[in-house]
């Protein structure tokens, strides 16, 4: 019995671990792009069963299945190890200077938290230049509006249907548009601030839909989201950051096509993994809410806060535009531009 369980559980992950690579949108397909880390860890048990005297005495088939389990494991490694320390940092370090940086708190409350206590004493510890929470109604908007005197620029968008924004800053903002890339009903701002040394950076702000049963069967509209806001990225010659709930993970095929086509680059790398979901199942965390950044900034700290109540924690960056380009992006082949138009034109006419 004992031998027919372990084999099961062989077969399930080792078909987990190379289901991700199926390129459809079905929420049941994409769902396996998230728990990398937590599968490596668990063929890693795997092996060890197979290869421990006590399951049985060993044979070619327990070599044949800790090999096969092996090859997953090497593959995962791959996927995971960019977000290490062991690996070069794709965005430089560099001192923090007030004049040419930008200190960025960004959020998911959770619109049914009722915690603003402490998403208030979060924004006056970290003291941002600018923040974005999301998942924000009219509680939160009410909930927050202690921050406002330090905050005297704002766009507010509260809604009641888990895609409201809200965002706060103390620096000028130049320029501002609302839109609804994909759908009527999910805003995502696009914005010009001005540093404190004069210069202008956009920063778009996003929280696409999830690929989650009940809201959204596929993955077609979050996904030609983040793919519109990289190509409006990359057409725009301003330094530019996309900061959000993202709804998908730093390693996943979409967001690793975003940084490829936006020739954006993602401070995690070389860094850690930099979990923020989830925040009450420790066992299940991942990088889901993101600060991507152009090439023409520096990192100066990133961090993962303390939860203020939320499924999500918090993240801050301290970004730093600097003269050298030191960021190592990704470029997108021809295939790779193509499909990116195709998953855009996808999620344009499914909400049509």
């Known amino acids: 019995m004992g031998y027919i369980i372990l084999r099961i559980f062989s077969v399930f992950f080792i078909f987990a671990t190379f289901f991700p690579l199926v390129k459809l949108d079905y929420w049941w397909v994409r769902i396996f792009d998230y728990p990398r880390l937590q599968k490596f860890i668990i063929i890693v048990i795997l092996i060890s069963l197979w290869l421990a005297p006590f399951v049985r005495s060993l044979n070619i088939k327990n070599y044949v299945w800790a090999g096969l389990l092996g090859i997953c494991a090497l593959y995962l490694v791959g996927k995971v190890l960019p977000f290490t320390v062991l690996s070069k940092k794709m965005i430089d370090t560099v001192p923090y200077s007030e004049e040419a940086g930008i200190n960025i708190l960004v959020g998911n409350v959770y619109q049914y938290n009722t915690n603003y206590h402490k998403a208030v004493a979060l924004v006056k510890s970290v003291d941002p230049d600018l923040v974005f929470f999301v998942e924000t109604d009219k509680a939160w908007e009410k909930g927050l509006s202690e921050i406002e005197k330090d905050y005297p ?10 895609y409201g924004l809200l965002l706060y800053t103390r620096l000028e903002i130049v320029r501002q548009e609302i839109n609804y890339l994909i759908d009527d009903e999910i805003p995502s701002l ?13 920063i778009y702000a996003i929280h696409p839909t999830p690929p989650v049963p009940g809201e959204n069967e596929k993955s077609t509209e979050r996904d030609a989201e983040i793919l519109l806001v990289g190509k409006k990225s990359k057409e725009n010659s301003k330094p530019s950051l996309v900061i959000g709930d993202l709804n998908d993970v730093a390693w996943s095929y979409t967001t690793e ?6 020739e954006m680059a993602d401070p995690r790398r070389g860094r850690g993994l930099f979990n923020t979901f989830h925040a009450k199942v420790p066992l299940f965390r991942w990088p ?8 023409h900034f520096g990192v ?26 030191d960021t190592d992006t990704m470029k997108a082949n021809g295939d790779e531009k193509q499909e990116a138009r195709e998953k855009i034109s996808r999620g344009l006419e499914d909400e049509d």
């Open 288 to 295: 889901l809410d993101h600060i991507f950044l152009s090439k």
């Open 153 to 162: 620029t704002q766009i507010k968008l509260p809604l009641d249907n888990t």
């Open 190 to 202: 696009e914005i010009d601030i001005k540093l404190r040394n004069g210069e202008i950076i956009t």
């Open 300 to 325: 100066a700290s990133l961090k993962v806060q303390d939860g203020i109540g939320s499924d999500h924690f918090p993240i801050s960056l301290k970004a730093v535009l600097t003269r050298a380009n």
């Open 257 to 262: 096509l975003f940084l490829k086509n936006s």
